[in-house]
């Protein structure tokens, strides 16, 4: 990861980012980066622009969607109200990998029809901007390669890309003993 001031002076130079913070865990390694989104943009794909921008994998970031960074009048970042905020109100995008042989397909699939997205599994269809007719490709893809039949609707009806997952896992054990 790169020095959070070097992270900020990067994502503010980014189209869709109007104000960026960031709050640094001394604890946990991690770092929670605010953004003040302009116009409307998927988190999942901020959340990616983020991780680019600060040359990290994911594991030591999460991304906060917020209307406003609170600041101090002479324009510091307020990290006491920063981190409150986060914590009741603010869109939270963290990226967790995929663990389980479905889940790494189900991503390989996504990344295949969405490359500039890296999938997380506490994404959904709509937050990486699927829709209906994704969701006919994605079906069709895990038909062929893993032998499940689903309603493209199964695929809206998780609130998750691991719950996703999990509901192909099942329905592949259903039909043919497969265990994931």
């Known amino acids: 990861m790169i020095p959070v001031e070097t992270l900020c002076s990067r994502l503010l130079q980014i189209p869709h ?6 709050l640094a865990d001394e604890q946990s390694d991690v770092v929670t980066v605010v ?3 302009q116009g409307y943009r998927p988190g999942p794909v901020l959340r990616d622009l983020v991780m680019r921008a600060g040359e990290s994998t994911g594991d030591d970031l999460v991304v906060a969607i917020v209307d406003a ?4 009048d002479h324009g510091a970042v307020d990290e006491a109200a920063a981190r409150a905020l986060v914590a009741d109100g603010a869109f939270v995008f963290p990226y967790e990998a995929p663990v389980t042989e479905t889940e790494k397909i189900l991503a390989a699939v996504l ?13 959904d269809l709509v937050s990486i901007g699927g829709d209906s007719l994704m969701a006919v490709e994605i079906v069709g ?6 032998g499940v039949e689903m309603d493209p609707s199964q695929l809206f009806e998780t609130e998750s890309f691991r719950e996703m997952a999990a509901v192909i896992a099942r ?3 259903n039909s043919s003993g497969w265990r994931n």
């Open 17 to 22: 980012i109007r104000d960026a913070a960031t």
């Open 35 to 37: 953004l003040v989104r």
């Open 69 to 72: 960074i609170p600041r101090h």
């Open 111 to 123: 990344h295949e029809l969405i490359p500039s997205v890296r999938v997380s599994m506490t994404d």
């Open 141 to 146: 893809i895990l038909s062929e390669r893993l």
């Open 171 to 173: 329905t592949r054990t």
